[in-house]
Structures are given as structure tokens and as C-alpha cells.
């Protein structure tokens, strides 16, 4: 390594990415990766002077030094498909250049956060470098001590544990592991239509979705005038919430009221929640074959509510032909609260619009609708053309 090189490092600042999940992936694992790159590029398009590579089975995200660091972790730590980042400093493979480096670090940390004690630990991916990792953690643990007055070994509990990866031609040096949310990067499962409410549980069911590298989708359904604009302009504040991980929405509105009006008018009143619920349905499939969404995707949760008992989700399934997708089926309602308020949307969620399940609702609704009965009662609704006139007058947006 001569002199040139060695001073080309740490002019920019570097971020170790790791894939997890995408590299067990065996020969898909290029394609994957570069889904990846390609989603971690698009979260730094407001980073000036981000340069992404692939390498050695991590991916290095190199940004100017005066890039706000702890922005472009977060960014890049909510990719789906990331397991886990680190910031790093990098230097040349050699024992003295990353015992120079690694003093520069700890010497921050003692500032930072006023560190007493340390561990090194080393790892060697290239074999061919003729310093074990026991030895390579010993002799940079001696540069630090000696760098570093007043800091001292700790191997049992350390305030700080410093990470070598030594590899062909670089090593980097660094000391978090910061989680990041794992999955599989968008765009390498399909996509979905997920039907959005203002509620807490169906933006879930979508991230769900999503990290699972499924795009997505979005159609949500109101009862104007009954409900307001401004419960509308919530839907897609948390719509907006929910793309900031899975990228850009195109959503769907429709106004049920037409629909809502024929099944009160027409139909028992205990039934009017199951009733509603197919056409729900019936209209996101019309809109989810329009679109090439492969499958359909609630909140629904079993038991949660009168139409989320089993019979309701068997009999509301029998409306429609495509698979509809539950992601939240079997979680406790406290878990799916605790995950909105991870991915942020709880707040967004719980404040207090109308929604269109609301406007009608009946004061004992049925719990184990029968598909024979319900059958009967949309026997006087002509079903078709209200779906029709609904799927007709769909209103697009595009979120995020
Ligand atoms: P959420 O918290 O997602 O609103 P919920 O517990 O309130 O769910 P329901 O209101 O019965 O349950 O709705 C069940 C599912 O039906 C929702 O998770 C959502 O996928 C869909 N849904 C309900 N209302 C609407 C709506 N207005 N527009 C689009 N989809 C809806
Ligand atoms: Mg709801």
C-alpha cells in the first residue's frame, strides 16, 4: 500500500451494511443485493455524494465527511433487507496503520463519552495475512494502550468493544452494530392492494408486507359527506408514514356511501357490517387486477371485533376469488400497537376521525354471519353494478 493510497482513507466517512437474510438467499443472492443497493440508493437520494458499493458480501455506503452521519443510518437502517450498519473508519491492512486508526477512534470515544476500559476483538477474512485475529485484537489492544493513557482493558465488561475486520486490501474499524429492520428488499416479492383505513392495524399489515418485499398498493374507502375530508387527509398522512419505508403509493379513494345506502335500505340491519365488508372486497379485487396487485392485504385480527370473528373472515374471504393476505391474524392487539409505535404511525393512527365502518354501524351485528343468509339478503342489491359505479368513480393519488 503506498503512501497515496493510505492518505486517500477516511476522507469520506463510511457505513458497513449487512444483509442478513438476503444472503442466505444462494443463487439469488446477486439479484437480491442489488434490489438492495438500488432501494439503499434511493433513502440517500437527498445525501449529496453517496457512493454505494457491493463488496466481499457487505455493501459500503461512503459519504462526504460532512454528511450528517446519524441521517444516513437511519435512512439506510430502515431499508428493508438490512440487517444491521455500522459506522466505520477504515484503513489500510496493516498492523500499524489500524493501530493508528484505532487510537484516532478510542481517543473520540474518551471524548464523546469519557470510556475507561476496552476490548478489541479481530477478525481475519483474509487468511493470507500473516497475523492471526488473537493476535491482531492483541497488538491493536497494545497501540491502544499505548495511544490512549488512560484507558485500560476490560475483556469481561468493557465500556467500549472496538470491532477489526481485516480483509484483502482494507480494514474497518468500528464499534456499534446498529439493528436494522431485516426482511427482504422491496420490489423481490410482488405486489399488493392493501386496504388502508385510518385505523391502527391495516398500516401495520402493510409495512408487514413490505418487509417482506412485497410493494405495495393502497385503497381506501370513505362515506363523503358522512365522513370529512380532513379523515381523508389523515388516511394519507399515514399512507405518506407507511412509503417512508416502502417507497411511493399509488392509492386508490372511493366513496362507499352509494353502496353503504343500498345494504341499510335493503338488507337486516344486524348484517350490515359483513355485508359491507364483501363489497369492500369485491371492489379491491376489481381494483387490484386493474393495477397487477397479486393479492389483497387487511389488518384483520381473529377475534378483534364483531367482523373479525372466524365465521365473519370465512364468510368476507367468500367474496372474493384472490388471496387476501392477514399479516396481523394472529398478534395480540397490544404487540400490533407497540409495532405502529415503532414504525411511527401509532400517533397518526389514534387520532380521532370518523371512519366509514363507522357511519353505519349496527347496534348488534351479527357475529357468525352464515354465507347462505348472507347470500339471500345481497340477492336484493344489484351487486355488480354497485361494485361497478364504485370501481367507476375511484379517485387516484400517489403518496410518498
Ligand atoms: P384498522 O385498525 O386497520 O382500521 P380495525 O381493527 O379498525 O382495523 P375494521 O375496521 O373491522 O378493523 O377493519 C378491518 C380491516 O378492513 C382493516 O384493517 C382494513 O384493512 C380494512 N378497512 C376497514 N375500513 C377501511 C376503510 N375505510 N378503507 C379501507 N380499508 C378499510
Ligand atoms: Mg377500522
Not at 25 to 47: D, S, T
Not at 133 to 157: Q, T
Amino acid at each position: 500500500m503506498n503512501q497515496q493510497n493510505i492518505d486517500n482513507f477516511n476522507t469520506e466517512k463510511i457505513l458497513i451494511v449487512r444483509c442478513g437474510e438476503v444472503a442466505l438467499k444462494g443463487m439469488n443472492k446477486p439479484y437480491f443485493e442489488r434490489v438492495l443497493v438500488e432501494r439503499i440508493r434511493k433513502n440517500l437520494a437527498n445525501v449529496k455524494g453517496a457512493k454505494i458499493t457491493r463488496k466481499e458480501g457487505l455493501i459500503f455506503v461512503r459519504v462526504p465527511t460532512d454528511s450528517n452521519m446519524d441521517e444516513v443510518t437511519r435512512e439506510v437502517s430502515k431499508v428493508f433487507g438490512v440487517s444491521s450498519v455500522s459506522p466505520a473508519v477504515e484503513a489500510a491492512s496493516d498492523i500499524d496503520a489500524i493501530g493508528n486508526e484505532a487510537v484516532k477512534v478510542m481517543n473520540n470515544l474518551i471524548e464523546e463519552r469519557g470510556i475507561r476500559t476496552f476490548k478489541v476483538e479481530a477478525k481475519r477474512a483474509d487468511k493470507s495475512f500473516p497475523v492471526k485475529s488473537p493476535d491482531i485484537a492483541r497488538r491493536i489492544g497494545a497501540s491502544i494502550l499505548k495511544g490512549c493513557k488512560v484507558l485500560k482493558v476490560d475483556v469481561h465488561n468493557p465500556d467500549c468493544r472496538i470491532f477489526v475486520d481485516l480483509r484483502a486490501d482494507r480494514t474497518y474499524i468500528y464499534e456499534d452494530k446498529i439493528h436494522g429492520l431485516g426482511g427482504l428488499p422491496l420490489g423481490t416479492n410482488g405486489k399488493g392492494l392493501v386496504l388502508l383505513s385510518g385505523g391502527i392495524d391495516s398500516p401495520v399489515a402493510a409495512w408487514m408486507m413490505a418487509k417482506r418485499g412485497m410493494l405495495i398498493d393502497a385503497v381506501h374507502f370513505h362515506s363523503y359527506p358522512y365522513t370529512s375530508p380532513r379523515a381523508q387527509q389523515k388516511v394519507e398522512e399515514l399512507a405518506e408514514i407507511v412509503s417512508s419505508y416502502c417507497g411511493r403509493i399509488n392509492m386508490t379513494v372511493i366513496n362507499l356511501l352509494p353502496i353503504q345506502e343500498a345494504i341499510v335500505t335493503n338488507c337486516p340491519e344486524d348484517e350490515t357490517t359483513i355485508l359491507v365488508r364483501r363489497f369492500m372486497m369485491r371492489i379491491a379485487e376489481k381494483i387490484a387486477e386493474k393495477k397487477r396487485d397479486m393479492m389483497l392485504i387487511t389488518g384483520e385480527n381473529l377475534g378483534q371485533v364483531a367482523s373479525q370473528t372466524a365465521e365473519a373472515l370465512v364468510v368476507t374471504d367468500q367474496s372474493v376469488s384472490m388471496p387476501v393476505m392477514r399479516p396481523l391474524i394472529g398478534m395480540d392487539k397490544v404487540d400490533i400497537m407497540d409495532l405502529a409505535k415503532e414504525i411511527g404511525t401509532y400517533e397518526k393512527s389514534i387520532e380521532p376521525y370518523e371512519d366509514c365502518c363507522t357511519v353505519f354501524l349496527p347496534k348488534h351485528p351479527v357475529t357468525k354471519p352464515r354465507l347462505e343468509k348472507i347470500l339471500k339478503s345481497e340477492e336484493k342489491l344489484d351487486v355488480e353494478s354497485l361494485v361497478d359505479a364504485a370501481v367507476a368513480s375511484a379517485e387516484e393519488k400517489t403518496v410518498g
